[in-house]
């Protein structure tokens, strides 16, 4: 009986650990997205970006509703994860219009590929809930047809954003490190009693595996 207990309180702690990191992440989207949307260079494609920051405004309400219903307050689930986010966004701060397309398009993916990874060891319920919020959805579309779009355009922007693209998801990976380190329940592996940083490791592999089929989908080089 203790033993259900306790897995039933550790379930409920990560559960409340992945849904606090995707609120605040998606919360973070917005303000990015909202900002980063004045560096477009028409007016359709800057109401393109600002169309999906509400979106991810959208999925911070519909994550932090869920988080309510849990008996959890959004703001302390997510404020473990402000700092760590708030650096990273300050350390790959896009330079224009292009960078920003490609930082919102490889954050989305890679950070999406997280969420539905460690949500496969949770409930069902919470499992269907992060499917739902972090599938592959049209914002995803959007972004993979504004870069290609912009590559089509200009040739020479591939070897930049191909550079680009390595930077950011290099300091993706860290991050996604440092959040399974920091939030030990987060490596989802460690369910098996494995190792945590063994765990971490696999996890990130996986997410860079992904993200390089996805660059070479666009004709760059991860």
């Not at 207990?5 to 650990?17: F, G, I, K, P, T």
């Not at 869920?66 to 404020?79: C, T």
């Not at 089509?152 to 191909?162: I, N």
């Amino acid at each position: 009986m203790s033993t259900s207990l306790d897995d039933n309180a550790r379930v409920q702690r990560l559960s409340s650990e992945l849904l606090g990191a995707m609120a605040y992440g998606e919360l973070s989207a917005f303000g990015r997205l909202s900002f980063d949307s004045r560096y477009a260079p028409t007016l359709h494609d800057r109401a393109v970006l600002a169309k999906i920051a509400v979106g991810a405004y959208g999925n911070f309400a519909m994550i932090s509703s869920r988080l309510s219903e849990m008996g959890l307050d959004a703001e302390e689930a997510m404020l473990p994860f402000q700092r760590s986010f708030d650096h990273f966004h300050e350390r790959t701060r896009p330079a224009d219009w292009f960078e920003s397309v490609m930082k919102a398009y490889v954050i989305d993916t890679v950070s999406s590929d997280f969420y539905r990874m460690v949500a496969s060891f949770l409930d069902a319920g919470t499992q269907l809930f992060v499917q739902k919020v972090a599938s592959a959805d049209q914002a995803t579309e959007v972004l993979r047809i504004l870069l290609r779009r912009a590559l089509a355009d200009d040739p020479r922007l591939s070897s930049r954003l191909a550079l680009w693209g390595r930077r950011l998801v290099g300091e993706a990976l860290t991050q996604a490190q440092r959040v399974g380190m920091e939030h030990p329940d987060l490596g989802p592996l460690l369910k098996a009693g494995g190792d945590a940083r063994a765990a971490v490791r696999a996890l990130t592999a996986e997410l860079a595996e992904r993200h390089g089929r996805r660059m070479s989908g666009l004709g760059l080089t991860a």
